[in-house]
């Protein structure tokens, strides 16, 4: 129906997470609207992402510029007693944003659904491992999301970890802040007893 | 907190229709984790896309090939005496998948809110104008959304069309197939009853 070009960017676009064909054609609509410049600019910013952007070879975060480690990782200043390991690069954000955290971190590759155990291939199990077994290592923190996924990783992640015998912490789970009881879902309210203190 | 230039695709992605910094913070990790392959045929589609597409002369529907009309407007068997006016170039498609109709098209180019008249500037009046008070069309369709802003603008055109002294049809409104009365809201149920015949 659509000339091929734009057939093509569709099924392109259709590939990336949460889009789906109604929304790529509204992309490609939208970059047809759009100047050349920006255009050009959206082409050569991908053209050049593969080389310029690393992966850490400890954490697996993608990063820029000279070595092997990010900047995190490389960083003398961050605690080395400490591993944080989170599903994916997005999970990190938000925890270095707290300004809270000044360890290292590990990124898993995914969260495991409790139905599919194919899902194990895409994490990072063996590497986690190598790492969490370093023996400067003295804590781990899996800090999963608060999902059924993350619920199935975290426990499957204390299962390979604890051989290891270090200190495994989560995330508390509880009453988010300016949440009120009134509002709040059993789940979250059931877990905020459970962590009382 | 993220190197530059998976800060710069963020920025490009966020600027795209219903992409928010986090939805386009899950697209570049994507292309990240994507072959160099896809990635590059991705950035040499938008490269292309720009010089392979043009814009129909008569229906300013998108489209390749020789020539300034699209397959649509330069085909000889398609109704030349009717013309249906569409928002934007996705709502052309659905309609011609009904293959219910057989004339020609003009895209608008968008929709009128009921308070802003700037939007105005957005829709192609004027070269409206100039296709629908050609001789040979007879009928016009207003085929706009059935949304507050679809029948503001259909209001609109219904306006400035009516001194051309052609006939003017909408889409009818009503009961979608399969709808059942109830779970229909008051609104498609009123146009249902308005409709009837």
Excluded: H, W
């Excluded at 676009?13 to 609207?33: D, H, I, W």
């Excluded at 092997?68 to 270095?96: A, H, W």
């Amino acid at each position: 129906m659509y000339p091929p070009s734009i057939q093509k960017l569709i099924a392109l676009f259709s590939k990336f997470p949460t889009v789906g064909p109604r929304t790529a054609a509204r992309f490609v609509f939208y970059l047809l609207k759009s100047s050349d410049t920006e255009v050009k600019e959206l082409a050569d910013s991908l053209a050049g992402l593969k080389s310029a952007v690393k992966q850490c070879l400890f954490c697996f975060n993608p990063f820029e510029g000279e070595g092997d480690l990010c900047e995190i990782c490389r960083n003398p200043r961050r605690n080395q007693t400490m591993l944080c390991i989170v599903e994916k690069e997005t999970d990190l954000v938000p925890i270095e944003k707290t300004k809270k955290y000044l360890g290292r971190y590990f990124i898993l590759g995914g969260a495991l659904s409790r139905f599919n155990r194919e899902d194990l291939k895409e994490l990072r199990t063996e590497a986690l491992l190598a790492r969490a077994g370093q023996k400067e290592i003295l804590e781990t923190i899996i800090a999963t999301n608060s999902t059924t996924e993350g619920e199935s990783t975290a426990l499957y992640l204390e299962r390979i970890l604890k051989p290891l015998g270090k200190k495994i912490t989560k995330l508390a789970r509880g009453l988010p802040l300016g949440g009120e009881l009134e509002y709040a879902d059993e789940e979250t309210l059931g877990s905020a007893l459970d962590g009382r203190k």
